[in-house]
């Protein structure tokens, strides 16, 4: 059974996370391949790493990385969260010392998946967290991640680490997870069914017991619905980049491109928009979804006229849009 956690490597909870599901797959007696998949908890943290207790200051910062546990103070978290790591074998020392760009690590993470698969990757992981929380090392530093993933078994990291490998992976992965609807970390996710946060081993092997799920669907209709999800979630430019892998196979499908259309009228790309809803209304005048977004691109381009009739006859086609 293949698990992914979706989690960022600077979230405590995310190595305790790790701990607990080591812990259900023992109750489960193996079997189970884990991939890591990234969020982001801290996006705004700076490239070069600054000591915790200092960015802890900042609201913004502090705000970022109670995330993982809302409701608790700082200092009331930090207790509490090192409680629980002492009680799941992390430590003795426990606690990060630095507020940290977790992005090179994902991509380390995700480049080890790629040329190593997923137990090297989940060796990378481990020495990535444990580096961060009990060594009270900057994982930010390409020096640090460097060794890492040498000791972790994958030698070749680092040089592709600095060619940039993994960056547009990381990027999408990150989409993927936006538009599934990933809101914390950790996330579980088998097949279609995910789990929030570190919770207990017992509860992660029920919840692995209960299956895969529905069969996965074909990777372009996927690709399309998770599109259609970051346009829901308001998030157009990242649909248009989730369709752009389709678009040299299946740019001529018209519901991939009214679609594109879509998310180009909800991010101002109105001059691109106009054009692909006049050929569609062009190739099928009674489209009338088609035929109202054209209206409504014309009008914010102010074009009150040009746009009055393509309305008028959407909603004489579909009362609805009156």
């Not at 701990?19 to 990234?38: D, I, K, N, T």
């Not at 426990?94 to 993470?109: F, Q």
């Not at 993927?176 to 809101?183: D, P, Q, W």
């Not at 979630?233 to 491109?257: I, K, N, Q, S």
Request: a negative charge.
């Amino acid at each position: 059974m293949r698990i992914e956690i979706w989690a960022d490597v600077v979230c405590p909870w995310a190595y305790i996370g790790k701990r607990r599901v080591e812990a259900a797959a023992e109750l489960l007696g193996g079997g189970v391949e884990v991939v890591w998949r990234p969020y982001r908890i801290d996006p705004s943290a700076p490239a070069v790493a600054e000591p915790l207790e200092e960015a802890l200051r900042e609201p913004v910062a502090d705000g970022a990385l109670q995330a993982c546990s809302p409701g608790l103070g700082h200092e009331e978290n930090r207790v509490r969260i090192a409680e629980i790591a002492r009680a799941e074998g992390l430590g003795p020392r426990w606690g990060a010392a630095w507020r940290v760009d977790s992005g090179p690590a994902h991509r380390l993470l995700a480049l080890a998946h790629r040329h190593r698969g997923a137990q090297v990757q989940n060796a990378v992981a481990e020495a990535v967290m444990r580096a961060h929380f009990t060594e009270e090392r900057d994982i930010g530093d390409r020096a640090v991640l460097g060794r890492i993933a040498e000791q972790a078994g994958f030698p070749e990291g680092p040089g592709l680490l600095d060619a940039g490998g993994g960056e547009r992976e990381v990027r999408e992965l990150l989409l993927y997870g936006k538009a599934r609807g990933v809101a914390t970390s950790p996330t579980l996710v088998v097949g279609g069914r995910s789990l929030e946060g570190a919770q207990p081993a017992e509860a992660i092997a029920g919840f692995l017991r209960g299956g895969t799920g529905p069969a996965p669907l074909p990777p372009e209709v996927e690709r399309f619905r998770l599109a259609e999800a970051l346009l829901d979630r308001r998030d157009p430019l990242g649909a248009l980049e989730m369709l752009a892998p389709m678009l040299p196979e299946h740019g001529g499908d018209r519901g991939v491109r009214l679609l594109a259309a879509r998310c180009r009228f909800a991010s101002a790309q109105l001059d691109r928009a106009e054009q692909e809803l006049r050929s569609l209304v062009a190739e099928d005048p009674g489209d009338s979804y088609a035929r109202l977004l054209l209206g409504r691109t014309l009008y914010r381009q102010s074009r009150d006229a040009e746009a009055a009739p393509h309305l008028r006859m959407a909603a004489a086609m579909t009362p609805d849009y009156a």
